[in-house]
């Protein structure tokens, strides 16, 4: 695939923000490893090797009575009678973190929520699970749902932005006058009728809020349409016949993407903070999911353990700031002021002219 100057002008504006590139790679390496938390942080080993057999609990649930055990449930491997079951006949390797979010640690040496130590890295909560671990499986679930979001929401207000702009007229006034009521709607309010009716879950809060969130690019793609349906281009293409729609999504749709892709990281951060701010408040997701919302809460009602709110406060701070930082750089990145001015080797080579100019003047 061959890079036109202008893209490659607009990856060394973004490499030039120092900040915005290297919050890139911080939150892409931080995304990555959390994709893999079941084997980082499990209550299940990772490779069980038991009668000359390997078994691999966390991808097959196998019973009790593989190991020779009593029951035909489940193995419950942090219990000490099975793994001395294991332990007689072979070995097991365990995750980074011995607990998933929703283990309970029963051998704490206070009550929940006890302090950091060797054993719980960030300390428990109220409930006895692994903080760490849940930190983990909530960053995971908070991008994901953050950037499911943002992906669903961006393409139907590209859709009703380009519609809007490009056609004009009743079409541009209905769909303006409907954005404005729907607009209006109280979304909060929405959300606790829905809590009120059926459990909230991942695809449910996401349907929800995705009848709302459309409208965030609306505005910004309807101005960018407005102003490119009456260029020359355009009016030429219309005349040799093309249709409305590879004019609007192969000759209009380009200019629009540039603020379209500025906006996106953005409206990121704004999926992952409202999920954020239903899971404190008690309407997001379902009780005992993984939240960074819920660890926060929990921060609040046992101030006498602070390691809960320090934790959830610098875990979202450090996610939303990567964001923002990574969001400042696409928006030099596209930066046309930027863009249209030399590229920095042109500079260089500028500068190197202008000084050896004033020497021979001399």
């Given at each position: 695939?061959?890079?036109?100057?202008?893209?490659?002008?607009?990856?060394?504006?973004?490499?030039?923000?120092?900040?915005?590139?290297?919050?890139?790679?911080?939150?892409?390496?931080?995304?990555?490893?959390?994709?893999?938390?079941?084997?980082?942080?499990?209550?299940?080993?990772?490779?069980?090797?038991?009668?000359?057999?390997?078994?691999?609990?966390?991808?097959?649930?196998?019973?009790e009575t593989a190991f020779d055990g009593e029951f035909e449930t489940?193995?419950?491997?942090?219990?000490?009678?099975?793994?001395?079951?294991?332990?007689?006949?072979?070995?097991?390797?365990?995750?980074?973190?011995?607990?998933?979010?929703?283990?309970?640690?029963?051998?704490?040496?206070?009550?929940?929520?006890?302090?950091?130590s060797t054993e719980n890295w960030l300390g428990t909560d109220d409930?006895?699970?692994?903080?760490?671990?849940?930190?983990?499986?909530?960053?995971?679930?908070?991008?994901?749902?953050?950037?499911?979001?943002?992906?669903?929401?961006?393409?139907?207000?590209?859709?009703?932005?380009?519609?809007?702009?490009y056609f004009g007229g009743w079409t541009d006034l209905v769909f303006?006058?409907?954005?404005?009521?729907?607009?209006?709607?109280?979304?909060?309010?929405?959300?606790?009728?829905?809590?009120?009716?059926?459990?909230?879950?991942?695809?449910?809060?996401?349907?929800?809020?995705?009848?709302?969130?459309?409208?965030?690019?609306?505005?910004?793609?309807?101005?960018?349409?407005?102003?490119?349906?009456?260029?020359?281009?355009?009016?030429?293409?219309?005349?040799?016949?093309?249709?409305?729609?590879?004019?609007?999504?192969?000759?209009?749709?380009?200019?629009?993407?540039?603020?379209?892709?500025?906006?996106?990281?953005?409206?990121?951060?704004?999926?992952?903070?409202?999920?954020?701010?239903?899971?404190?408040?008690?309407?997001?997701?379902?009780?005992?999911?993984?939240?960074?919302?819920?660890?926060?809460?929990?921060?609040?009602?046992?101030?006498?353990?602070?390691?809960?709110?320090?934790?959830?406060?610098?875990?979202?701070?450090?996610?939303?700031?990567?964001?923002?930082?990574?969001?400042?750089?696409?928006?030099?990145?596209?930066?046309?002021?930027?863009?249209?001015?030399?590229?920095?080797?042109?500079?260089?080579?500028?500068?190197?002219?202008?000084?050896?100019?004033?020497?021979?003047?001399?």
């Amino acid at each position: 695939m061959k890079i036109t100057p202008l893209t490659r002008r607009r990856l060394s504006n973004f490499r030039a923000n120092r900040r915005g590139y290297w919050s890139m790679w911080i939150f892409l390496v931080l995304f990555f490893v959390s994709l893999f938390a079941e084997f980082i942080a499990n209550d299940k080993p990772l490779l069980v090797r038991y009668d000359d057999e390997f078994y691999f609990p966390i991808m097959v649930a196998y019973p009790e009575t593989a190991f020779d055990g009593e029951f035909e449930t489940e193995a419950e491997y942090r219990d000490p009678f099975v793994q001395d079951l294991i332990n007689e006949k072979g070995w097991m390797i365990w995750p980074l973190i011995p607990f998933s979010y929703d283990t309970i640690n029963y051998d704490l040496p206070q009550p929940a929520p006890s302090p950091p130590s060797t054993e719980n890295w960030l300390g428990t909560d109220d409930q006895g699970r692994d903080v760490t671990a849940r930190v983990i499986y909530g960053f995971r679930i908070s991008i994901l749902f953050g950037l499911t979001l943002t992906i669903f929401s961006s393409i139907i207000g590209v859709a009703a932005g380009a519609v809007q702009g490009y056609f004009g007229g009743w079409t541009d006034l209905v769909f303006q006058r409907f954005i404005e009521i729907w607009s209006s709607l109280p979304l909060l309010y929405l959300l606790i009728i829905m809590a009120s009716v059926i459990q909230p879950g991942f695809w449910s809060l996401l349907i929800i809020m995705l009848l709302f969130s459309w409208m965030a690019l609306v505005s910004v793609v309807r101005a960018e349409f407005l102003r490119a349906r009456n260029f020359d281009y355009i009016r030429a293409a219309r005349a040799l016949g093309v249709s409305n729609r590879v004019i609007m999504f192969k000759h209009v749709l380009p200019n629009a993407m540039v603020a379209t892709l500025t906006f996106m990281p953005f409206i990121l951060n704004g999926s992952i903070t409202t999920l954020t701010s239903l899971d404190f408040l008690g309407f997001g997701l379902p009780p005992g999911s993984p939240s960074l919302g819920e660890l926060l809460q929990q921060g609040k009602s046992n101030l006498q353990a602070p390691w809960l709110g320090f934790t959830g406060f610098f875990t979202i701070a450090i996610m939303l700031s990567l964001l923002v930082f990574v969001g400042e750089a696409v928006r030099d990145a596209f930066d046309p002021r930027k863009a249209s001015g030399p590229a920095p080797a042109e500079n260089a080579l500028m500068d190197e002219s202008k000084a050896t100019g004033k020497a021979a003047a001399q």
